[in-house]
Structure formats: structure tokens, C-alpha cells
């Protein structure tokens, strides 16, 4: 689990950043995510939690991108491989 990861809400945009907390809702800095109340809500709109989504840096992206393209790779070899001839 990533503590620093930061969360953007999903209808306004909001970005928790657990490095700041939401001070006005008495959530402070070094806060994660996970670690906020069921009943925290953000602070702009109002939705609940579930609204959220990790933000992924550019780097992270990439990774995951580059993992998929290996395994996809992998399969497509393995299905070659099984072909009839």
C-alpha cells in the first residue's frame, strides 16, 4: 500500500494529497487515503470515498503499460506456439 499515494475525485476533480490532509475536515497532514474515516467525503462536492481513484504518476503508467505489452507478448508467443501444423 502506497501511504503517499494521492486519490482524484471522479465528478470534480478534487486531488487528496495525503501530504496536506484536508485540514477544514480535521484530517491532517500525512493522512493516506486508505486511513481517512468511512465518512469523509470531498471536500468540494461531497461524494463519498468510493468516487475516488488513485492517481498514477508518469512513470508508474509507463511501467504498467510496458508490463501489459510483455505479457501480451508472452501470450501471443504461447498461442503461436500451440497452433496446429
Known amino acids: 500500500m502506497d501511504k503517499a499515494a494521492k486519490y482524484q475525485c471522479g465528478p ?4 487528496y494529497d495525503p501530504e ?3 485540514l477544514d475536515s480535521g484530517i491532517a497532514p500525512g ?3 486508505e486511513d481517512l ?10 461524494v463519498s470515498k468510493d468516487m475516488f481513484e488513485k492517481v498514477y504518476s508518469r512513470t508508474q503508467l509507463i511501467a504498467v503499460s510496458d508490463n501489459a505489452n510483455v505479457l501480451k507478448l508472452r501470450l501471443r508467443v504461447r498461442l503461436i506456439g500451440t ?3
Do not use: L, N, S
Open 31 to 33: 493522512t493516506a487515503f
Open 12 to 15: 470534480c476533480g478534487y486531488i
Open 83 to 85: 497452433e496446429k501444423r
Open 37 to 46: 474515516p468511512d465518512d469523509w467525503c470531498c471536500p468540494v462536492c461531497g
Open 20 to 22: 496536506k490532509g484536508d
